[in-house]
Every structure is written in C-alpha cells, then in structure tokens.
C-alpha cells in the first residue's frame, strides 16, 4: 500500500481541499455521535428532553448505553422467582403443583463455576427485571413491550419446569404462576445500616395464573 | 466540484506549486492546512487497533465456543423468547439482525456457526475488511435476536463490533499484513479480493428486501460501493490520485473510528463512576459488601464472604474502584501514569472476573483496556526500531 502520511508538503492544492472537506465531515459526524452519545448517558437535563427524539433515533438499539453497572446503588437484593404448574389430568379437577424454584437451578449451575452461562446468570435474572419495568403494579403490561416480556417469563417458566425430567408425569399443564421473593443482603455488621430501623424485610409478590395454550408452547 | 473534474486537472502530485489560481496567500494557506492533514492522514494506533481486533473477536470466539451448549435456548429455536416475539420487538426498534429472515433451525446454525467462523477469521486477521463487516453482521444478528440476555459486556461487544469495522485493523499483526508483504515483495497482484468483493455484493443483493429500514442497507451498501471504489481506482492507472485520496480518507475514518473507541471507553468508565458516586452504598464505602452477597455473582462464595469480612479491604477497594473509574478519562493525559492505571485495571478485572463471575464482561472491559496501551510496549523495537512505517 502506497504511504500516503508524512508526504503532506508534496499534495496539490485539490488534493488539500478534497481532503479537508472529508476531515470536516468525519470528525462532525465522530463529534455529532459523540455528543449523542454524552446525552444518552447524562441525567436529565433540558437539552436531552428537547432532542430526546433525534438522541434516541440514533442511539437506540444499536449503541445502547447500559454503563450505569452496580449505580447509583449496587444491587442489594437476591431476587428469587419461584413457578408452578396447574395440571390436567384426564377431566379432573386441576390441581395446583408444588413450588419449583427455578432460582436455585440457576445460582447451583453458577456455584464453582469459572465461566457461568447467560443461560443461568442472565435469562431469568434480566426476565425479571424487564418484566417489572414493563408492568404496573397490578400487573398489567404497560405498551407492545409489557405483553411480550410477560409472554417471555411465562414461557421461561414453562420451560424449566415441563422440561424437568419426570417432573410432571405425563400430565398436561394447563396454567402457570409465577411468584418473586425479594430478600434485601443485610448490611455489613460495621455499617450504620445494620442498626437503623429500615432494616428490611423481604418483598413478595405473587402474580396472577396464566392460561397455558399449546401455542406458548412453541419451541420449547 | 465533481470529482471528475478534479481528475480532469491532472496528477496533482507532479503538479507544480504555482499553479495559476494559486496566489501567494493560497500558498500560505496551503501550508498551514498541509500539516494538520498530514496528520489526519496518518494511521494511528495501528498495533492498539490490532490488538483491539485480536482481543475482541477472540473474546466473542470464546463467548461463542462457551454457550454452544445453550445455543438454542439462548439465540435459537428453543428460546424462550420466540422467534416472533423478536420479530415484534424488532418490528418496533428496528434492530438488526438477520435472524428473523427464517425460522428454520438450519438457518439459525448457519448463523451461529458463521459467527464462529467470522470470529476466528477475523482474530487471525484473514481479508480483515471484509471479516470485520461480517462480524458485525454475526455480533449483532445473535445479540438483537435475544436483547433480553445481555449484559454490560454484551453491550460493550456489540457497540465496539461496529466501530471495529471503520478501522484499519488488518494493517499489523495478521494474515493480511503478510500476504501484502509477501505480494509487494514478489511483484504478485492479489485477485481473491476482488472475487470475494463481487461474492459479497451478489450476496447482499439477494439479501437487500430483509432489512427492517434502510439505515442497515444503506451501511453495508456503502462499505461494499467504497471497497469498489477502492478497486476501480487500483484497476485504472488514470485514478493514481484518486487512489491516493481513498487511502488518506480511509486512513481518516480509521484515525476517527480510533477516536471514537477511545472516547467511548472513557465515557463508559465515567458513567460508571459518576453515578457510582451518587449512590449512598458507594458513599458509605460499602458497595463493595452488597456486590459479593448476590447468589447470581458468587460462584466462589466462600472466597467473597472471606474478603467481604475484611472492613478495611472493603472500604478500600471500593472507594479505589469508584476513584479510577472517575479519574480513568483524565489520567490517561499522563504518559507515565497510564502504564501503571492500565496495569491496575487490568487486574481489578480479573479480580470481577473471578469473584463475580463475570468473565466475559471483564474480558472486554481488559480488551478496551488495552487500546490505551504506549505503542513502544506493544511493539518492541527490532533493529533499533527504525523499520519505516508502511
């Protein structure tokens, strides 16, 4: 490849011009992202409300900016999500399964583990997470993004527990619950936490059954 | 003005200094703006990029290699999250993936195990621009197709995967840099390029109605149209100049796809500190406690609860994490100082790596690490280190 650095002096003055108007425009464009990126990342401020429509065109999905790790606060809860089953047994009445805990599967693949897998570190942990961003507190899913991240909790439910081996004894599951056991980590013996009175029960939530149809079956 | 017109005027380069519209004052406006342009026109950070490249594509090898158990249930047909729940996710965001073209498993394997390929490809820096287009493709075609999977490190992948693919990354360090060297020196033209270009763009071709929006299309339309460019400028020996000019723009876009990566990692770092610093755990010194007592973070649990009993260690590390990772984007001014930050970081990650278990996040977090690294340690002088430059 011929060098084309450090022979500067010897370009003709179109060569200069060309090359000037193309550093202009790759460094506004550099600058523009930049920027845009700065005020995705930034608190609220009236710039970003004012432009919110251009920053997140260009910003989302593609450069998501997901930095804030363990900020402001670092997580201090260990979620545990909790599903049974309703199963149908030859036109009987259904009946209710046992809680299967499909936390401890994951955190028991973790445990010991050098090189944990999305699978058991990320799916349900992060289900979670968007499925409470995505829901008012009654549970009703709030935009196109609330009916699929439930969808998805569901069928991750679903899935654990119908693909436990001879867990259900060829029954047929007609409705899943989910339930979530939020346990705050107690503070350090040493920090002033430990003794002030907001100390701290666990949160429960318990969400409503959902109908199982052989279409959320799919794939699974 | 065109550029037709431009070539029209002739070699510039055997052009003399006075031409006739070149006053006196054009000529001292000439040599202010040489030197700047000089510069831009240099590539920089070539052995970082390289570097950057090997460390990324390695990593996502690995990544790739690591969940080919949980592939399926991960990106493929066993998912929880269906192939049309992302359809309707990307129906809305307008993500790119090329996932949602078919839901045949053959077509999701072909992906999964193109992107191995591309990842290896591309970390032995095999035909690097056409790679490094096509693992941008694989990254972000299995990281749209679950969103709802990825973590820090996933993010940081996949945003460094397409600024990955504006540089120059083949140029040291690869396969590329030595079939050109072996080409120059043996006097011998390189055609399977140019055969994989026309490969490429019938490929694209066939593919151009799957694109949700244009935006996509119009990237990688641009990245094949100038590669021909590229071509056609070598093809001709009329485009001797043009040819110039496309190795200095190109050279450019590296030189700011660099400055981009750069600017984003401090901007990841700064982001993590600031609002680290805001929050009252960090505050009182005891972040640190609460990130080694979560059942998904502690695969060594008796390893984090031995170092959380420490007070002093806690209060320590965690006020040193929160420091660097402010002070990260000013103190990489300081020559000297780098050197020892970058070592420090470098092995604060592979602290996480191990005790939250967070290996891949820390591996790329060390990748982009990396690319701050002096030139003079990632390139030992040979001879006296006075090799030109290429």
């Not at chain 1, 867990?167 to 430990?194: F, M, N, Y």
């Not at chain 2, 602290?351 to 690319?371: K, N, Y």
């Amino acid at each position: 490849m011929a060098d084309t650095g450090g022979t500067g002096p010897g370009r003709s003055l179109p060569s200069l011009v060309v090359l000037a108007v193309t550093a202009a425009v790759l460094l506004g464009a550099a600058c523009w992202h930049l920027a845009t990126l700065f005020l995705a990342v930034t608190p609220d401020n009236p710039v970003r409300s004012r432009y919110a429509h251009l920053i997140n065109g260009h910003v989302y999905p593609e450069f998501t900016q997901g930095w804030q790790l363990f900020a402001p606060e670092p997580l201090h809860e260990n979620v545990v999500v909790e599903a049974r089953v309703r199963t149908d047994r030859n036109s009987e009445k259904p009946r209710a399964g046992h809680w299967v805990n499909l936390t401890t599967q994951d955190v028991a693949a973790i445990r010991h583990n050098p090189v944990p897998s999305h699978a058991h570190q990320n799916m349900l942990r992060l289900a979670w997470d968007f499925y409470q961003n995505s829901h008012s507190r009654r549970n009703a899913p709030i935009g196109v993004r609330g009916i699929l991240f439930g969808e998805y909790v569901k069928r991750i439910a679903l899935q654990r527990i119908e693909g436990r081996r001879g867990g259900l004894d060829g029954e047929r599951v007609v409705a899943v619950q989910v339930r979530v056991t939020a346990r705050p980590v107690a503070p350090p013996r040493w920090s002033d936490r430990a003794s002030s009175a907001s100390v701290q029960s666990a949160r429960h939530r318990t969400l409503p059954w959902w109908s199982v149809k052989d279409q959320d079956r799919r794939g699974l | 003005m065109s550029i037709d017109h431009l070539d029209h005027l002739g070699h510039p380069s055997t052009r003399p200094a006075t031409a006739p519209w070149a006053s006196a004052a054009g000529g001292r406006w000439r040599q202010a703006a040489a030197r700047p342009i000089a510069f831009a026109c240099d590539a920089h950070a070539r052995y970082q990029c390289a570097l950057f490249r090997i460390g990324l594509s390695g990593l996502v090898l690995a990544f790739l290699l690591r969940e080919w158990p949980h592939r399926r249930v991960l990106y493929g047909d066993r998912s929880p999250w269906a192939l049309d729940l992302a359809a309707r996710l990307v129906a809305e965001n307008h993500a790119f993936t090329v996932l949602t073209w078919s839901a045949g498993r053959w077509w999701f394997e072909c992906v999964y195990h193109g992107a191995i390929l591309v990842a290896a490809l591309l970390m032995l820096g095999w035909r690097t621009r056409a790679t490094s287009v096509l693992f941008l493709v694989a990254v972000l075609s299995l990281q749209n197709r679950n969103p709802l999977i990825g973590d820090g490190g996933d993010n940081v992948i996949g945003v460094m995967a397409i600024y990955l693919a504006f540089t120059q990354c083949g140029a040291v360090w690869s396969v590329d840099a030595r079939r050109a060297r072996r080409n120059r020196r043996d006097g011998r033209v390189d055609r399977a390029g140019f055969v994989m270009w026309q490969i490429l763009g019938v490929a694209l071709l066939w593919v151009s109605d799957g694109f949700q929006g244009t935006a996509w299309a119009a990237v990688l339309w641009a990245f094949w149209i100038c590669q021909g460019l590229w071509y056609a400028a070598r093809r001709w020996s009329r485009g001797a100049w043009s040819r110039e000019l496309l190795d200095a723009a190109a050279t450019m876009l590296h030189n700011c796809a660099m400055l981009v990566i750069a600017a984003q990692i401090c901007l990841i770092y700064a982001t993590a500190g600031w609002y680290k610093i805001q929050g009252t755990r960090w505050q009182d010194g005891s972040g640190l406690h609460y990130a080694l007592h979560l059942d998904y973070f502690s695969p060594w649990p008796g390893l984090g609860s031995l170092l959380a009993s420490h007070m002093l260690l806690i209060v320590l590390l965690g006020y040193g994490t929160v420091v660097m990772q402010v002070a990260f984007p000013f103190l990489l001014g300081y020559r000297r100082l780098k050197t020892a930050l970058l070592a420090v970081m470098i092995l604060e990650h592979a602290g996480i790596a191990v005790l939250l278990g967070l290996p891949f996040l820390s591996a790329a977090m060390v990748v982009c690490d990396a690319v701050f690294l002096p030139t003079a340690l990632l390139r030992p002088s040979r001879r006296s280190g006075s090799r030109p430059r290429r």
